[in-house]
């Protein structure tokens, strides 16, 4: 028989394009059942374990998993000092963080210290760090005595050799050690012990080590949602005595580059301000645009000033308003610090965005503001740009528009939906008239197919949830949605239903959207 077994896939939306989420449900053979189980277990045999003063030597399983417990709590903490790095002083990708150059020193800096006095200071006055503690172990002198803050110095400054190659040249000496002892140990005279933990301590432990990783993780997060919603990666060339450093720009890219700097008797402002659909492109003066287009604007800086090292320091604050005044994205703020080439020539600079594709029809305005940080000066331009839009009209509520099946992602039409078995068939949709709350929708799509006798065939909940935040959301807003089915080699062929059940948890609305195909 055949049985039927719906993947799905949810990709939040683009917030550079306005795209949405695609999800997949797919017809799967029987891949059979099993009976009985398989169970697993471990014995320890104590004829295999050293002691010492009465305590037994660690096991080096267990250490490894300290040391990964240990290591996992230390890279959240990267993770963290590294995206506030990045979006001090530009790095931010839409991925999450790449820094370079004095980012880069700084973050690993603080990390190998962060990671030193981690190690240092709880196995010195505790004698064990917290993957230790879960693990139900501690390190002790060769006495049976805690270590100590300075033997514990001694064994964690060894690190440096023990941990080269991942660890091996540790792993290696403890492996050939008679109380499995990495060379940390064997200079600072200690060795890892197990030692009973209460449940008490160890649940303390385990919470404090979630704490510390989940806060790491979820903070990182947060400056890197801000960082984008904000446009805070900026993309920025600097060329200042012979170097050159890069940002990262939101869902946009402003690059600066500073040929050299201008100064003088001109006044601060923005010159030659030109837009284009993309870079390389002719000018645009009638500057009107499609949504789902980029448009490009170039310009340049002149009349700033330098400080005594003959450097400028400028600031930049850009952002495109719709008709009704509303910002297509955060505030894009890069900054701008470098050193002249000639002192008679503009600062070139260039920006990108991309118009969404539920961008309704009218007069745009692009507003660049450029701030003298040096003189405390200010200014700006504000250039109209039109966008044209054939869009229907305004949703009067929630509605599903413009249902199309096709053979292939993006591909053209079906008009009758028909199907073969062995092939995919693919169904994308607009979901309009959303209500959002603080800037989140909440939308929820399950997907059903039904047998030409009307039986339920694949039920798929949640192919897509919405509720990603997001600043632009017009009355025009809509969510594209692409799902397939795949067909198995055999199944009857008749015509089936596709139903889609979508539900606007915010509006406390929903709809039921159902098309015919043909399976031949």
């Given at each position: ?203 303390a432990a385990v919470f ?291 139903r889609f059940l979508v539900k606007d948890q ?15």
């Amino acid at each position: 028989m055949e049985k039927f077994r719906g993947e799905d896939r949810r990709e939040g939306p683009d917030e550079t394009t306005g795209e949405h989420g695609q999800a997949r449900s797919s017809f799967l053979q029987n891949s059979g059942n099993s009976s009985g189980g398989l169970r697993g277990g471990s014995q320890r045999n104590p004829s295999d374990e050293a002691a010492l003063g009465g305590f037994v030597v660690a096991r080096l399983g267990d250490r490894l998993i300290a040391l990964a417990l240990d290591t996992a709590l230390l890279l959240s903490f990267l993770a963290l000092i590294g995206m506030y790095s990045a979006s001090r002083w530009g790095g931010i990708t839409e991925q999450g963080f790449s820094l370079e150059g004095k980012p880069a020193l700084v973050s690993l800096a603080a990390i190998l210290l962060a990671g030193f006095a981690y190690h240092w200071l709880l196995e010195g006055l505790a004698g064990a760090t917290l993957g230790k503690v879960v693990m139900g172990l501690r390190v002790m002198g060769p006495s049976g005595k805690p270590c100590g803050l300075k033997v514990s110095l001694v064994r964690n400054l060894l690190r440096v050799v023990d941990g080269l190659g991942f660890y091996l040249v540790g792993l290696l000496v403890a492996v050939f050690s008679k109380h499995r002892q990495r060379i940390g140990d064997h200079l600072g005279r200690t060795v890892v012990v197990e030692y009973p933990t209460s449940r008490v301590f160890k649940a303390a432990a385990v919470f404090l080590w979630v704490l510390g990783v989940g806060s790491g993780i979820w903070f990182s997060y947060g400056m890197h949602q801000q960082a984008v919603l904000s446009g805070a990666h900026v993309s920025a060339t600097r060329e200042a005595s012979g170097r050159s450093e890069k940002e990262e720009a939101g869902p946009q890219s402003i690059q600066l580059q500073a040929a050299s700097l201008a100064q003088g008797s001109q006044e601060l402002s923005v010159v030659n301000l030109e837009l284009s659909e993309e870079k390389g492109k002719a000018m645009r003066p009638d500057a009107l645009f499609e949504p789902g287009q980029k448009l490009y604007a170039r310009f340049q800086v002149v009349g700033f000033s330098l400080d005594s090292k003959g450097a400028a320091n400028l600031s930049f604050d850009v952002v495109a308003l719709d008709p009704e005044g509303l910002p297509l994205y955060e505030n894009w703020r890069p900054r701008f610090q470098g050193s002249p080439g000639s002192p008679a020539d503009p600062i070139p600079a260039n920006m990108e965005l991309d118009i969404p594709v539920f961008a309704p029809s009218g007069k745009y305005r692009l507003i660049i503001k450029v701030k003298d940080e040096l003189k405390e000066i200010q200014t700006q331009v504000v250039r109209e740009f039109s966008v044209k839009s054939t869009q229907a009209e305004i949703p009067k509520g929630l509605e599903v528009r413009d249902f199309a099946f096709s053979s292939r992602e993006g591909g053209p039409p079906l008009p009758k939906g028909q199907v073969q078995g062995g092939q995919r068939l693919y169904m994308t949709f607009k979901v309009a008239g959303l209500v959002f709350r603080e800037d989140r929708p909440a939308l929820l799509v399950d997907m059903q197919v039904l047998d030409p006798g009307g039986d339920l065939v694949l039920n798929q909940p949640g192919i897509v949830e919405l509720k990603d935040q997001m600043l632009y959301h017009p009355p025009s807003f809509f969510a594209r949605i692409t799902s397939w089915v795949d067909f198995p080699d055999e199944i009857p062929k008749g015509t089936y239903t596709a139903r889609f059940l979508v539900k606007d948890q915010n509006a406390g609305k929903s709809l039921t959207h159902e098309a015919k195909f043909e399976v031949k």
